[in-house]
């Protein structure tokens, strides 16, 4: 008996942790430290928000239907500062903006992949990815990482086979939170285009990097397009969450592949949420330059803190974008003890088990913290809490 599609996959993560709350009380003296999902807690600001009142009332163009593609001055906006940080040339046409970055990835796989074909992901992965694969009959073929949780080119060469139709990166990663070398990934690009595959490399991130400069140099190659398939998102960047405006940035003969899939979905993105990036872009410089430096300032508060429960036993694997990824020293799967910090330590946080296969060892010694959804003092209570569990 055949399944549906949905059935092929798992239920969502964070919604499963959600339903670890029920019935659960966070007295008021230990109130909830929800670290699980890694979304900004605050709205856009305040001037962003003023604009997107005066688009509501006064751009009718914002209620009604737009390009499949997205807003051409958006898509303009981006190829403009994409060729600027990253160096090369990245045209207006080879932009289409979409309903999130989930989107741009279910767009992308779609366009590139049928039943029964494989696609290569360095875990612990971004498991949205993997319940997208799922659903499109697509097999995941996991990556284990190597030092620093760092894939390497040569290991994922051995995993391609003839139904291989391309390896999926983020960086900076979710969950690990690490920033892949540009080496790293010009490997993966070089790897990808000599066994004629695609490389599709998440950067929802990016603006969080702690590096200066152009992270990666994979736009500077000519012919990037062939083989490179960027996605972005603008939710961590303005705080745009609800919006759900990401981009894709690929070849024109992909996008128009893309096209059919994200006509029959959702006809064009959000209309205010677009405009909203828009005005973000031309606006927010210097703000968005503040929010990176508060992320990097919880970044140092982690690592600054984490000497305290590593005298117990836990390692830190991976820091960086919104992500600390860590190994736990109790003898209880990872998902267990991530349901006992709710009611112990007051604390919800995501189980290396929903990262990773079933059949990948490491999954059950690991915890994923979103340290982005609190400032440095709710760091310390953090880290307070797990010094002193006694399971």
């Not at 807690?41 to 593609?69: F, K, N, S």
């Not at 599709?200 to 990097?209: A, H, P, Q």
């Not at 267990?336 to 007051?346: I, P, Y």
């Amino acid at each position: 008996m055949s399944i549906s599609r949905t059935n092929a996959t798992f239920s969502p993560p964070v919604m499963e942790a959600r339903r670890w709350l029920d019935g659960v009380i966070h007295p008021a003296d230990r109130p909830l430290l929800n670290v699980s999902q890694a979304a900004p807690v605050d709205p856009p600001p305040a001037p962003m928000r003023d604009a997107m009142a005066d688009m509501i009332r006064d751009d009718a163009e914002t209620h009604l239907y737009g390009p499949v593609l997205g807003l051409p001055d958006l898509r303009a906006e981006i190829a403009t500062r994409w060729t600027a940080a990253y160096g090369g040339e990245v045209r207006p046409d080879q932009v289409a903006i979409t309903s999130g970055c989930n989107q741009a990835f279910a767009a992308t796989i779609s366009a590139i992949c049928t039943e029964g074909d494989e696609v290569i992901i360095p875990v612990p992965y971004y498991f949205n990815h993997r319940m997208w694969l799922d659903m499109a009959g697509v097999k995941t073929v996991p990556l284990t990482v190597g030092d620093g949780m760092i894939p390497d080119a040569d290991a994922a060469d051995a995993l391609i086979s003839d139904k291989t139709s391309a390896i999926a990166l983020v960086s900076p990663n979710n969950p690990a939170g690490v920033e892949y070398p540009a080496a790293t990934l010009s490997a993966f690009r070089d790897l990808a285009r000599r066994r004629g595959i695609k490389l599709i490399v998440d950067e929802t991130y990016r603006n969080f990097d702690s590096r200066t400069g152009a992270p990666h140099d994979l736009f500077v190659d000519p012919q990037w397009d062939d083989t490179l398939i960027q996605l972005y998102s603008f939710s961590k960047a303005y705080r745009l969450t609800g919006h759900r405006v990401g981009a894709m940035v690929a070849s024109t003969s992909l996008l128009a592949e893309a096209e059919k899939f994200l006509d029959t979905v959702t006809i064009c993105p959000n209309q205010l949420g677009q405009r909203a990036a828009l005005w973000g872009m031309h606006n927010l410089d210097d703000w968005l330059a503040g929010e990176r430096l508060e992320i990097l300032d919880r970044r140092a508060a982690i690592e600054e803190n984490f000497p305290r429960i590593a005298a117990k036993g836990w390692k830190l694997l991976g820091c960086g974008a919104y992500f600390a990824y860590m190994q736990h020293p109790f003898d209880m799967a990872s998902d267990v003890l991530a349901q006992k910090l709710v009611q112990d330590a007051g604390i919800l946080t995501l189980p290396g088990t929903m990262f990773m296969p079933d059949d990948v060892a490491g999954g059950a010694q690991q915890l994923r913290i979103a340290f982005a959804n609190i400032d440095r003092a709710g760091i310390a209570v953090l880290f307070d809490r797990l010094e002193n569990l006694t399971l």
